[in-house]
């Protein structure tokens, strides 16, 4: 056990409709990644929140946004949903002690994500 | 951009045998490598990282990986194999930038297989 913890462990939505899928980092962890993963593009980084701020972006579609609240959880947020976004998505979460370079990110479990 | 190869999508070895999973990346300066496992319907699991020192790592699960400059490799191995080892195994390079880690690029994975 990661200590990261993510809702839904599944979820099967319609093309058209929005989700949002729900990532509690460790504890002390200041830092959320999400990343997705597909048979197709495997597993991508989307977005980085540090300390409610986003901190980077990776290959993340303008349909999807994230946030991150005042208790570190974070949210990330999929609409007008099409099948190819069927996926397991995935949360991490790290320490991110600034001039340290040992910050390791530590998986959640995932939720799958299945559009019909 | 920072780039992970995983040559073998599949490896089969036998229970008892020597293991070897193959890692190359490609990255400007000196890479912050991972190799995480990931069970069926499961998280990702980190296994060992390298981020300076000793170019020999020692992980979790008897695995252990050894960081060659001069080839770009991260390879990783074990020396006698359980079943209980079959899963898919990531290689990643993380890239640091104001003190904190980025977004991971993963290798498309290697799939183990076990043999009785």
């Known amino acids: 056990d990661s200590g990261v913890t993510q809702t839904p462990k599944h979820l099967i939505t319609a093309t058209g409709q929005r989700v949002t899928l729900r990532c509690s980092p460790r504890s002390g962890d200041l830092s959320v990644y999400w990343y997705q993963q597909s048979l197709d593009q495997g597993l991508q980084f989307l977005i980085q929140y540090y300390n409610g701020e986003e901190r980077a972006k990776g290959n993340i579609l303008e349909r999807f946004s994230a946030q991150q609240f005042p208790d570190l959880h974070s949210e990330l947020n999929l609409s007008s949903l099409e099948l190819g976004d069927s996926a397991l998505y995935f949360c991490?979460?790290?320490?991110?002690?600034?001039?340290?370079?040992?910050?390791?990110?530590?998986f959640g479990p995932g939720t799958r994500l299945t559009v019909l | 951009a920072q780039s992970v190869t995983q040559p073998d999508i599949h490896i089969t070895v036998s229970e008892g045998a020597s293991l070897e999973l193959r890692c190359n990346y490609s990255?400007?300066?000196?890479?912050?490598l991972f190799w995480y496992v990931q069970s069926p319907g499961q998280g990702l699991q980190l296994l060992l990282k390298?981020?300076?020192?000793?170019?020999l790592v020692q992980g979790i699960k008897g695995f252990e990986a050894e960081f060659k400059r001069s080839q770009s490799s991260f390879n990783l191995r074990k020396p006698s194999v359980h079943w209980s080892d079959a899963a898919e195994y990531f290689c990643?390079?993380?890239?640091?930038?104001?003190?904190?880690?980025?977004?991971?690029?993963f290798g498309k994975g290697t799939h183990l297989i076990i043999q009785p």
């Open positions: 991490a979460s790290s320490e991110r002690l600034a001039g340290v370079g040992t910050d390791t990110q530590y």
């Open positions: 990255y400007g300066a000196t890479p912050y």
């Open positions: 390298y981020f300076s020192g000793d170019t």
């Open positions: 990643a390079v993380g890239v640091y930038s104001g003190g904190g880690a980025d977004g991971l690029t």
